[in-house]
């Protein structure tokens, strides 16, 4: 069984910076996607970033040049390193790891980001 543990959230005042770490355990497919997604209240979950096995990175539009996302080197961990935060960026962030070739798609119980101006 997968679960992922995420660590990190908090409050920060607009302009600062946070971490997002997610750790997997259990036996994932060697090639996948590992990422992050966030929901606001009343709002759809979007994509903030993911990095695919071999290093590729994709990120949502608003947070490009802000944020940015790496894996350990164990493979199994996913950070999220959030600069200029701001009261926008307030969500539920979700991990999300999802296995290539028709695999199972995994997420975390969400950690909260709140932004504060």
């Known amino acids: 069984q997968v679960q992922l543990v995420e660590s990190g959230g908090g409050s920060v005042q607009s302009g600062g910076s946070l971490t997002l770490s997610c750790t997997a355990s259990?036996?994932?497919?060697?090639?996948?996607?590992m990422g992050w997604y966030r929901q606001a209240p009343g709002k759809e979950r979007e994509l903030v970033a993911v990095?695919?096995?071999?290093?590729?990175?994709k990120y949502g539009g608003t947070v490009e040049g802000r944020f940015t996302i790496s894996r350990g080197d164990a493979d199994n961990t996913v950070y999220l390193q959030m600069n200029s935060l701001e009261p926008e960026d307030t969500s539920v962030y979700y991990c999300?790891?999802?296995?290539?070739?028709?695999?199972?798609?995994?997420w975390g119980r969400g950690t909260q980001v709140t932004v504060s101006s």
């Open positions: 999300n790891v999802r296995e290539f070739a028709g695999g199972a798609d995994y």
């Open positions: 259990g036996s994932i497919f060697q090639f996948n996607a």
């Open positions: 990095i695919f096995t071999g290093g590729v990175k």
